[in-house]
Every structure is written in C-alpha cells, then in structure tokens.
C-alpha cells in the first residue's frame, strides 16, 4: 500500500508510474521506469584508488542512501524476514529496496527468484528498487520482470574499473579501438585524449558515459512499455548475454503464472514474434488454452483446415478470399480452422480476437523442430478435443503446414482428405479448382451459409472467448417477443434486440457488452464482475472504490460492476487481485452505467 506511488500504465509485469521523493529539502514528483543517480555514492568513489573495486565500505555507509520517507529495505537474509513479510501488504510505504541485490547476479535463477518472489511479497502499488546492478544490457529485463527503480551504482563502479558500457554488454577501455558512442562525453574527445587523462579523470569520465548509456537505456524501456511492446525489445535485448537468455528462458518456464497474472487480455499493437522465445509467451498460451476451454465450434460435416495469411484478419486477405468462394456453396456443411504459427489453431470465428488478428511472424516456409512440434500439439490437442463434431476432415494445406497435419492424422489413426499436392502453391488454379471439386463431391447439394449465422457465430464464439463457455449461446438467444438481429459491416458488428446488446470492438479485438447486453448473461459470467462501493461512477472507477473483483479479470477485460448504487460496464485497466490489493490507481474505464 502506498501514498506516494502510482502505477499509471502497465506491459504485463513492467509499469509506467508516478513517485514522490522527498530528499533532504526537497519533493519532486518523479517517473517510473526510474534510475536513481548515486551522487553521494560518486563523490566517495572519486576519493577512493580508482582501481580498488572494494567499495562494500562505501555501499554500507548509511550516507550512501538517501532514503525516501516510507522507504523500507527488504532484509531478505535476516532471520526475522518471515516476520516483515508477513507485515508487508500492512505497511504504508512507497518503494522497497530489494537488499543484496549484488548477489542476482550469481545465477539466472537467483536473479529470476529473487525479483519475483520480492514483487509477489509487497503490493502491486508500491515501487520496487533493485539497487546497484543495473545495466544497460540489463535494465530492459529488470523492469520487464516487475523493478521499477535502478540506480546507476554499477555503471559508476564500472566506470572507476575502466570498463566501458555498451548497449549490449561492456567492454574494458583498454580493448577499444575507438570511442563508439555518440553522448556528450564521448562526442566531446577521443579516445586517445580519454586515455591520456590522469586515472582520476578518466575514471569519472567513463563513469559518466556508463550512467548516460544507462539512462538511454531506461528512456526506451519507458516508450517501449507505452507502445506496449517491451517483450519484443526483451527478445532482443537478451541475445547479448548467456545469461540474460537464461533469465528469459526460466522466466517462460517456471514462472508463467506470475506473467499470466500481470498479462492484458487484449491491446491495440501488434505482437511480433520473431524469436523462439516468442512461442513461450503468455498471449499465445492463453490463446491456445482458450481455443480448447473456452470454444465450441459449430457442429458441421466438414472440417476444413486452412493455412494462416500474412495479412490479419485472415478474412480481409487475398488468400482466403480464394479459399472462401471456393467453398462459397457448400460453407454450410464446413467449419473452418486455420494452422498458424505461434498461434496453433485459430478457429474461423475467433479470427477477430487478440492475438489472432494483430500478429506478425518471418514466413520464410522454413520451421524449426519446436515450432512445428508446438503447433502438431495445437491441432493434436484440437482434433482430440472436438473429432466427432465432424465426419470428414479436409486439408487446403501445402510444405510444412501439410506435413504438420499429416503427422498429427497418422498420431491419431484419423484420414484426413488433402487437396494441394506437394509443393504447390495453396492459391494456384489448379489447387483451388481441385478444393472445390472435392468439397462439391463429399457435400453432394449445396449450402451456403446466411450472413446472419456467419455473424452470430463470430460473436457467440467471441463471447464464449471473453467470459466462458455458454456466455454466447445466452447472449445470441431469442427472448420471448423480441428477435435479436445483428447490423454492421465485417467486423464491426453489432448485436441488438430492442436496443444495443454488444459490439466488436476491433481494435481490441474484444466484444464489448452494453448494460442491456451484460443482464442477459449476468449468471454466467460471474468471474468477470466487480462488486464496487456505494458510489455512482462516473468515468472510472479507482482501486479504492473496489470491494471485489473476479480474479480471473486481467488488463483491458470487459467486466460487469455493480454496488448498492449502481450497474455498469467498462473495460478493466488492472487485473482484478491488483483492484483488490490496490489503493490507488485507476481499476475500470466506465462505459455506461445505470442507477438502481
Ligand atoms: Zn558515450
């Protein structure tokens, strides 16, 4: 709980925030992602030999740390720990101090361990510094795990060792050809001048280049979490280090629950996965999980599997607009699945939603053993979940995407029916005159399908998505004396009965209920309400203002609220444990509600 921090902005467990320091004479309001500059910690090491490397002197002297008020240093070691951090979520403070920080750096794991196990310990609102470590090949990764506060104490002890710091790593002095940086310092000499300074000079020079390296650094993490892309720096970012990799890998395998927590559910950018790692992340996970819980398909003769476009949605693409007229007739017997990489399978109607619609991959029609062994488990896990809901299984597939399936149709003794030969292209003549002749023969007469199913599938499948298997069948219901109809164009559609039930929304790729829409299946989407104070809201709800919410709420969620006072809708801005544990921020954008 804090007074004087604010997360204002969130990108899974990294946070844009605002912070008050108090100094000796001073208050200044600050931002999150933050680097502290260790002036008091500088103006000691200019006295010390430059090249002593012992500064544990300087580190424990009290006058180091210019500590702000409700500043509490977690005594992980100490064997009264257990005691604070039972006392922690009571406390009234702004920032921690995560104590022998040093030692992260001994292994992956520790650095993993100790980072999470100190975010998950204090609460969501309060501010985190992991003192003396960063760097600028770090600092992306500190914050992407949940810090919110370094300090530039290792860059200037770096700097007092000679060692020069780079973006990607650093590098002793002595080892550089030239100076290859363009900051203030190194702009203002070269490097032959650097190197003729007495120690003294140099030291402090270099010093100050490591902290405006690192400062830069800390710049783009803070754009990167605004455009909500800051995993996709981490990617990169951590290919300069053995360890780094290592972080990212544990941090995908072992710690997918504290990500899944912090993960929205839906944003307006664009999710490049351009690495392996990328297949490891929480949005394709629970992408993958979804299709299997939460979606029902309809119950058709045909399956038809299809290969992914580049262009999103698949609909809008040139490809699939082939593949669509050529099964125009008979679309009433054939439920479409589309093969992807990350994605897995991506259900026709689900082509709208986040991530399947805002995604980009390299397509160079070459797949590695685990991207191609992820996918096989997508479409295994698929076929397995949903066979008898068709007779027949139809492939529109060629190079890799057809050896996926004809490895998961041999795995699970099921014949699948493939209209491409090998090597030839899925959009050519001869292969899509050779998919509508065979789906004209296995259907017999024709069947289109009304633009109304296609529709009311698309939101009955989004609904399911959002809220839980059956929300959509009782969002698209007909109600006595009313008949629910839907207008817009693709794919902004809308569902309405005597007045707006829900949207698309796709930007988001979210459905968006109204308050008329959210009464209909207010039984069933219990997990995704709030029960919120006796006020009547109006624009956003804040985190005090929160009794309860459903714990599987997440980041950019549609929710339902309601209090003794009021009814409403909105679209969640925290996930629903961080409205409960929070004390300030805002926790919902309204966007209707009703007095009762
Ligand atoms: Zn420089």
């Not at 000796?24 to 260790?38: F, G, H």
């Not at 544990?250 to 297949?279: G, H, K, W």
């Not at 290969?307 to 008979?330: D, G, L, R, V």
């Not at 149709?409 to 005159?433: H, P, Q, R, W």
Request: charged residues 30%.
């Amino acid at each position: 709980m804090s007074k004087f921090y604010e997360v204002r902005r969130r990108d899974g467990a990294a946070r844009i925030g605002k912070l008050l320091l108090t100094g000796r004479n001073r208050v200044q309001t600050v931002q999150t992602p933050l680097m502290l500059q260790v002036e008091s910690l500088r103006e000691k090491i200019e006295v010390i030999n430059a090249e002593d490397s012992n500064f544990d002197e300087v580190l424990s002297s009290e006058e180091t740390w210019i500590t702000s008020r409700g500043t509490v240093l977690l005594p992980e070691v100490h064997p009264l720990f257990t005691k604070v951090k039972e006392a922690i979520p009571s406390l009234f403070v702004d920032f921690f101090v995560l104590s022998f920080a040093s030692c992260l750096l001994n292994s992956p794991r520790d650095f993993v361990r100790r980072i999470v196990d100190a975010r998950n310990a204090i609460p969501p609102d309060v501010a985190l510094w992991v003192p003396a470590i960063a760097s600028a090949e770090n600092a992306a990764l500190l914050f992407f795990m949940g810090a919110d506060i370094i300090d530039d104490t290792n860059a200037v002890i770096k700097g007092h060792q000679g060692i020069y710091l780079l973006e990607e790593g650093n590098v002793r002095l002595s080892e550089l050809a030239d100076l290859p940086c363009n900051c203030s310092i190194c702009s203002s000499l070269s490097i032959e001048e650097l190197r003729g300074k007495d120690a003294k000079e140099r030291a402090s020079l270099i010093a100050k280049h490591n902290t405006l390296v690192l400062d830069k650094e800390v710049k783009k993490v803070k754009e990167r979490i605004i455009a909500g892309n800051l995993r996709e720096y981490v990617e990169l970012k951590v290919r300069a280090s053995t360890f780094s990799t290592a972080v990212l890998r544990i941090l995908d395998t072992e710690e997918e629950e504290y990500f899944e927590r912090r993960t929205p559910v839906a944003r307006n950018q664009r999710l490049e996965a351009n690495t392996m790692e990328s297949l490891k992340r929480v949005e394709v996970k629970r992408f993958a999980n979804r299709v299997l819980e939460r979606y029902e398909p309809p119950k058709r003769k045909i399956l038809l599997i299809l290969p992914c476009s580049a262009k999103k949605p698949y609909s809008e693409s040139p490809s699939h607009a082939k593949f669509i007229e050529a099964i125009e007739n008979y679309r009433g017997y054939i439920h479409e699945l589309i093969l992807t990489s990350p994605l897995g399978v991506v259900p026709r109607e689900l082509e709208m939603v986040y991530p399947a619609a805002f995604y980009d991959i390299p397509v160079t029609g070459y797949w590695d053993a685990e991207e191609r062994e992820w996918v096989s488990s997508c479409l295994r896990a698929y076929l397995k979940n949903n066979l008898r809901n068709y007779e027949l299984i139809v492939a529109h597939l060629s190079g890799a995407y057809k050896e996926i399936c004809g490895s998961v149709a041999t795995d699970l003794g099921i014949e699948v029916v493939f209209t491409c030969e090998n090597n030839e292209e899925v959009t050519s003549k001869e292969a899509l005159k050779r998919l509508k002749r065979r789906i004209a023969e296995l259907c017999v007469e024709r069947k289109r399908l009304s633009g109304f199913e296609v529709k009311a599938n698309m939101i009955k499948a989004m609904a399911d998505y959002q809220f839980g298997i059956s929300t959509g069948a009782e969002l698209i219901a007909r109600k006595e004396g009313e008949r629910v109809k839907i207008t817009g164009k693709f794919p902004s559609y809308k569902l309405l009965d005597s007045g707006i039930l829900a949207r698309i929304v796709p930007a988001y790729g979210l459905l968006a209920l109204t308050v008329k829409g959210a009464r209909r299946i207010l039984d069933s989407i219990s997990s995704y309400k709030v029960e919120i104070d006796d006020f009547v809201p109006k624009g956003s709800i804040l985190a005090p203002g929160v009794v309860n919410a459903g714990e599987q709420i997440r980041e950019n969620d549609e929710i339902v609220f309601f209090g003794v006072k009021a009814f409403g809708v909105g679209r969640a801005k925290m996930s629903g444990w961080e409205m409960e544990e929070s004390r300030k921020g805002v926790a919902i954008q309204v966007r209707e509600v009703v007095r009762v």
